[in-house]
């Protein structure tokens, strides 16, 4: 007769068999060594553009929705009570500020929207800009083209354009702009009212771009290895223990801005929070053109996943540049001793590859570095990338980076009306409202903190070693004037 243990350890077996049929002995585990014993989180089709942008990740378990709503969403609603504060101010302070040839050309060369300065220039480039000798000087682009989508309220104005810049040493030098709803091109040489207005239009561009083209990919191809890393990985492995204190927070995030009828890319009206030119259709019509690309336009290629440290020109990529490496070296150590051919990182790479574009499937995951490359990718991605984009873009002077203009745009001896009048009071306390609810950061739990819970002496040694790294850059990079962020405001998970 067979007793309950040994009645209760077969049927453990069986379970472990058949979860584990493929992996060997010492691989084994049972349901119950999965966060959320596999019924967990996993990526879908996006509900809104499920052929434009990034799967989706929007069954989210509740534990996370309440641990989100505790520690941000909270924070939200008692946020909500300073827009008359801001109305007020807006009035007191009205309108625009000048932006002065110099501190365009700065936002171009040192604020994060130097991602946009490319030296690919396309024949559309050219085609604007024939005035130019394109074998005159070192040429590059800050291609705003994305803007075109944006479907604007009455009375409100938006266009896209192109920013002609030279390299001269280290500094990239603004020649001209061509405005494309006028198909004007103003060149810098040109002291005048329209010249004026033109910087306006590039910088909201720039704005537009940056909150809902570009930093978006920081974002939502994400989710998926987030989401696939809790259900697929045992949590005693080793990549889920390197993995795991960069999720908090951020599934219930991306939720709720993709999703919620609340959502700031709803723009409606009454929303004192949603300060963007235009509804939700062109909204949204932003996030596909940086997730799909551009067709034909060279500054816009399709969202790949990088196995790179990103290139950035000028300061802003120096200082990414440099955080990647130290990233790079702490999971080269982390996963130094992981074998060819590990069934759960194969299996975790292959579901992946088949959410997260150009992923490495699990057949190329242990080619050469790849693996290390792959996981520095996501946890520099989630923490330093994410957080410097919102740092910089919150410090950034709202009065002079509009994302609202009530003039259209310039042709050629237009005058500019005030710049008081330039934006309402309405549109600056939306603005000042999104800035303090969502783009400037605010920081939970902090990558410095970061804890992996490793039981290996050697990995708990390349943890120490790691945080040290982190702060001998970041004393480093202040005392050469590259300081981006503080390290200590530095975000463990993508959380606003």
Known sequence: MKTPEKFALKVKDKIRAQINSATSNKHLY???????ERKGPWPQPSPVHPWGESPAVIHVPFREVADWWLWIGLRYMATLPLAPFYCLKAKIIPGLKEVTNKEFEDLLNYSM??????????????????DYNKDEREWFIVDLDAVRVVKTFPGIYASASKTLLYKEGER??????????????FDISEDSDAWELAKYFVLQGGALCATLVVHPLLHFPFDSINAISKTSLPKEHVLFKLLSPHFRFTLPLEN?????????????????YAPY?????????????????????????????????PSVEGKYGIYLKSYYEVFY????????????????????????????????????????????????????????????????????????VPLRLRQAPPKKGDKMMKRSKLVKAWDQMKYSMADNLFFSPTTVTKLIDANYKFKCPRRRKA???FKKDLIDLDRKLKKEGIEYMPLNKISASIQF
């Open 30 to 36: 049972s349901q119950k060594d999965f966060l959320y």
């Open 277 to 309: 030119p235009g509804g939700p259709a062109g909204l949204r019509d932003l996030l596909v053109e940086g997730y799909k690309g551009i067709k034909g336009n060279l500054s816009y290629p399709p969202f790949s996943y990088s196995l790179n440290s």
């Open 256 to 272: 709720a801005v993709l999703n919620y009828k609340s959502s700031l890319l709803q723009e409606k009206w009454w929303m004192v």
């Open 113 to 130: 929207m130097s991602k946009f300065l490319s030296d690919q220039l396309d024949e559309e480039d050219w085609r604007v800009f024939s």
């Open 172 to 185: 990239f030098i603004v020649q001209a702009i061509y405005i494309k709803d006028t198909e004007t091109v």
């Open 329 to 400: 070296k702490f999971v080269s150590e982390i996963l130094s001793d992981v074998e060819d051919g590990d069934f759960w990182i194969t299996k975790w790479s292959d579901y992946c590859h088949q959410h997260v574009n150009d992923f490495p499937n699990g057949s190329d995951i242990f080619k050469g570095d790849t693996l290390v490359r792959a996981v520095t990718t996501y946890l520099f991605t989630v923490t330093v990338a994410h957080a410097t984009d919102h740092y910089n873009y919150g410090i950034l002077d709202k009065r002079q």
């Open 463 to 465: 943890v120490i070693t």
